[in-house]
């Protein structure tokens, strides 16, 4: 099927773990950007792209990696899995033409105890 | 510094009522402005963005937002409420930081509560 996808859908780890949380989307879409949601903060940007081997620090960048090899993929990795890091974490992208109209995932649910 | 703020955390409507969630932006420049909506369990979904040109603007589900230059303001309406519009609505703004394209600032999100 067409569209973005995450996986997992929910992640539970212990802290000092290394997760990594994937992402793909079938559209080819230039763009593509990670952002964590927590009440009271909204959504966060925490890495962006802009195309494949191009990326950026958004505004919560530590503690994460990320990588674009392929247009269609950005996985994100937590290098050393912090409490704090409990989250939701959506994966976006948009296309050039149309950069702002962002398409989500459905979310990653992560919990580190 | 470009920012966007929604005032109220939750607003509660009636079925039928009309509706305004608000939304107040601070920007450089000229503001490119938009509305998601998100809801439980989702990831975000785009409603309608402003650019340029006319005012008032519709999106999808039959919402519309009203672009007010002299209140740097953005609030979304929608005539007549549905149950089903119950959800978590994001008002976010162009980040032109870095001259990167795509990025969006988004306000902490307003919960819409739509009562039978």
């Known amino acids: 099927d067409a569209g973005i996808t995450q996986s997992p859908r929910y992640k539970i780890t212990e802290t000092g773990r290394q997760v990594t949380l994937m992402c793909h989307q079938t559209?080819?879409?230039?763009?593509m950007f990670w952002y964590r949601q927590d009440l009271g903060h909204g959504l966060r940007l925490i890495y962006y792209?802009?195309?494949?081997?191009?990326?950026d620090k958004g505004e919560v960048p530590d503690g994460y990696v990320v990588s674009r090899s392929k247009t269609e993929n950005f996985p994100l990795t937590l290098e050393s899995a912090t409490r704090s890091q409990t989250s939701v974490y959506f994966c976006?992208?948009?296309?050039?033409?149309?950069?702002?109209?962002?398409?989500f995932g459905p979310g990653t649910r992560l919990t580190v105890t | 510094a470009q920012s966007v703020a929604q005032p109220e955390d939750q607003v509660n409507v009636a079925e039928g009522n009309p509706l305004t969630v608000k939304c107040t932006y601070s920007?450089?420049?000229?503001?490119?402005l938009f509305w998601y909506v998100q809801y439980p369990n989702r990831g975000l979904q785009f409603l309608l963005k402003?650019?340029?040109?006319?005012?008032l603007v519709k999106g999808s589900y039959g919402f519309e937002a009203e672009f007010n230059k002299s209140q740097t303001s953005f609030h979304l309406k929608k005539p007549s409420a549905l149950v089903s519009d119950s959800a978590l609505y994001f008002c976010?703004?162009?980040?032109?930081?870095?001259?990167?394209?795509?990025?969006?600032?988004f306000g902490k999100g307003t919960k819409l509560s739509v009562k039978p």
């Open positions: 976006a992208s948009s296309d050039m033409g149309t950069p702002y109209e962002q398409y």
């Open positions: 559209w080819s879409h230039s763009y």
């Open positions: 792209s802009a195309a494949a081997d191009i990326t």
């Open positions: 920007v450089s420049g000229n503001p490119y």
């Open positions: 402003y650019i340029t040109g006319d005012n």
């Open positions: 976010a703004v162009r980040d032109i930081r870095g001259g990167s394209q795509g990025n969006l600032i």
